[in-house]
């Protein structure tokens, strides 16, 4: 599994909540990191479009993180995920800039999800991110990480 995200985690605090899931999961994810881009928000998201589409191997089943994507539970983005994992594809999620992702990218998109309709520093989605994908493997696992439920 790949993610691929606009910015640099600069954060030792940020980048320890990621690498804390990122070394416990299996299939393993690497994560690309993308440099902001300049100039206007319309210049800025075309350069990130283009960064983040010439990152990706054309067999790549993109899962793209959108404010506009499918509000889904934990458990059914543990399904889901099983499901991308299984097409034999290197599943690619990703996480655009400040100023959101291009229509290029989007439309590249096999899946396109939402974390919810509150707005979240980039950096912090990355983590979410990488919790959920654990969340989901640890779902599919049989491990009592999740608890399903309400108490």
């Given at each position: 599994m790949r993610l691929i995200a606009v910015g640099r985690m600069k954060d030792s605090h940020e980048r320890a909540l990621v690498e804390r899931y990122v070394k416990r999961l299996n299939p393993s994810l690497t994560i690309t990191e993308l440099p902001d881009g300049k100039g206007s928000p319309a210049e800025i998201k075309r350069r990130e479009g283009e960064a983040i589409l010439s990152a990706l191997?054309?067999?790549a089943f993109v899962v793209v993180l959108d404010l506009a994507g499918k509000l889904i539970s934990?458990?059914?983005?543990s399904q889901k995920l099983g499901e991308w994992l299984e097409t034999g594809r290197d599943v690619c999620f990703i996480i655009g800039g400040a100023e959101g992702l291009d229509a290029t990218v989007v439309s590249r998109a096999d899946a396109t999800i939402s974390l919810?309709?509150?707005t979240w520093p980039h950096m912090l989605v990355r983590i979410m991110l990488v919790e959920q994908i654990?969340?989901?493997r640890a779902i599919a696992a049989g491990h009592p990480y999740h608890r399903?439920?309400?108490p």
């Open positions: 191997s054309d067999r934990s458990e059914v983005f919810g309709s509150l654990y969340r989901a399903s439920g309400r």
